[in-house]
């Protein structure tokens, strides 16, 4: 999302409380969305009754993702999510030109079963760059010190045991990882909508849901839209 499509939404919102310039979204319309409330969210932050929900499909090599977390989603995480006026979900959608991007996946999806995605997602995201420009073959091992530095040892051997059998980080070969299903499974709801490019994020206000967007915008930005839903009756 950009400021130019962006601020008709904003302006629509202000003149017209409950009558906005782009309406909502349900899940029974003709766009492919489904509703983001029928969506589960392991990999999520915040509260699930929060008013606004924004559910972000992205991948970790993706340097236009890292940007969108660092100067968007952590200010946001820090303030809005905190105060439990937005509940942020994660889904992972890897692109194939991206070589570590599933084995990054894969990691924050076995960190999410221990109840560490959001430190773990921060050490990748953090360390693009080192692990992304810098990589090797051995992809897992040029990630581990990363993961290892965001948990305690109990956590970092529990995390190590669930990523048995994901070394392989050919996008073809999924056998033997558990938790290529989950990965998967939000592939797959991201292709409904279609993605096209990542970050892709939908926003709903209330259980209604606007049409996906993609690309980064700004944190204030986006928090004056967030603001306009919030001062709705």
């Given at each position: 999302m950009n400021s130019r499509r962006l601020l008709p939404i904003l302006a629509g919102?202000?003149?017209?409380?409950?009558?906005?310039?782009?309406?909502?979204l349900r899940a029974s319309q003709e766009h492919g969305t489904p509703d983001p409330a029928e969506l589960e969210a392991?990999?999520?932050?915040?509260?699930?009754?929060a008013p606004i929900k924004l559910i972000v499909?992205?991948?970790?090599?993706?340097?236009?993702?890292?940007?969108?977390?660092?100067?968007?989603?952590r200010p946001m995480m820090d303030t809005y999510v905190a105060e439990g006026k937005v509940y942020l979900v994660h889904r992972d959608f890897p692109l194939l030109g991206h070589k570590y991007s599933r084995q990054?996946?894969?990691?924050v999806n076995a960190a999410a079963r221990i109840g560490k995605f959001e430190a773990v997602e921060r050490a990748l995201f953090d360390n693009q760059m080192a692990w992304s420009e810098y990589g090797s073959e051995n992809?897992?091992?040029?990630?581990?010190?990363?993961?290892?530095?965001?948990?305690?040892?109990?956590e970092?051997?529990?995390?190590?045991?669930?990523?048995?059998?994901?070394?392989?980080?050919?996008?073809?070969?999924?056998?033997?990882?558990?938790?290529?299903a989950e990965i998967q499974r939000d592939m797959a709801s991201g292709e409904l909508l279609p993605i096209?490019?990542?970050?892709?994020?939908?926003?709903?206000?209330?259980?209604?849901?606007?049409?996906?967007?993609?690309?980064?915008?700004?944190?204030?930005?986006?928090?004056?839209?967030?603001d306009q839903l919030l001062s709705q009756k």
């Open positions: 919102v202000a003149l017209v409380a409950g009558a906005l310039s782009i309406q909502p392991e990999k999520s932050l915040g509260n699930p009754s499909y992205d991948d970790y090599e993706c340097p236009a993702c890292g940007n969108f977390y660092e100067q968007t989603l990054a996946a894969r990691w992809p897992q091992g040029i990630m581990k010190p990363f993961v290892q530095s965001a948990l305690t040892p109990v970092f051997r529990r995390v190590e045991r669930l990523m048995q059998g994901c070394e392989s980080n050919d996008h073809t070969e999924l056998k033997g990882c558990a938790v290529d096209t490019q990542t970050p892709t994020f939908i926003i709903s206000y209330k259980g209604k849901a606007y049409p996906p967007e993609s690309g980064g915008v700004a944190w204030p930005l986006l928090k004056q839209f967030f």
